[in-house]
């Protein structure tokens, strides 16, 4: 098989020159790219196939090595096809674009320049967590994991200081130091007056 050097030139040139327009920030542009790529790629297809053969019709005399390939022809009608579909959608773009804001360049967003700008470490949500992540006292563990310490550990909570294990139990509903107050006739948990 011998490569036709001009139609590889040419080839070559439309794909050049249609990733060049593709790349510009004018819409009509991207769409004159979307074609010249779209030809280039029909030629490509069609330098793929090889020879011109004999037309494809049976005949028990014919050399199956001469008929012509139909698949190259196929993919060429189904690329044309697609190309159409494709510089329609950008010419109904293009449309809208013109009619809103009269203007066929894309424009920078403000917003996606502050977002590119914005550094991918959040303080916030990429901080190292503590282990102990609530607000309410727990019981102190001992350095061997059990709760030998528990019963002599203090806490500062509400203006007094309760033990550890008070401390601990006052952070669920219904809590065991529930005291009524007499004073006031109201209910408060942890005995607070």
């Not at 019981?139 to 601990?168: I, N």
Request: charged share 20%.
């Amino acid at each position: 098989m011998t490569v036709n050097l001009t139609l590889l030139t040419v080839m070559g040139a439309l794909y050049a020159c249609g990733i060049y327009l593709i790349l510009e920030r004018s819409l009509t542009r991207v769409l004159l790219g979307l074609m010249l790529l779209a030809n280039a790629t029909n030629l490509l297809i069609l330098a793929t196939g090889g020879y011109a053969g004999l037309a494809p019709f049976f005949s028990k005399d014919t050399d199956p090595g001469s008929y012509n390939d139909p698949l190259p022809q196929a993919l060429i009608l189904t690329s044309i096809v697609i190309s159409f579909a494709v510089t329609a959608f950008m010419l109904g773009i293009i449309y809208r674009t013109w009619l809103l804001a009269r203007q066929d360049d894309i424009q920078d967003d403000i917003e996606d320049r502050r977002v590119a700008e914005t550094p991918s470490f959040d303080a916030e949500d990429d901080a190292v967590i503590p282990v102990e992540t609530s607000e309410f006292p727990l019981p102190m563990l001992g350095s061997d994991g059990s709760a030998a310490a528990e019963s002599t550990a203090t806490v500062e909570a509400g203006g007094r200081t309760l033990l550890a294990e008070h401390a601990a139990l006052e952070e669920k509903p219904g809590s065991a130091n529930f005291t009524t107050d007499t004073d006031t006739d109201t209910d408060t948990e942890g005995g607070a007056k």
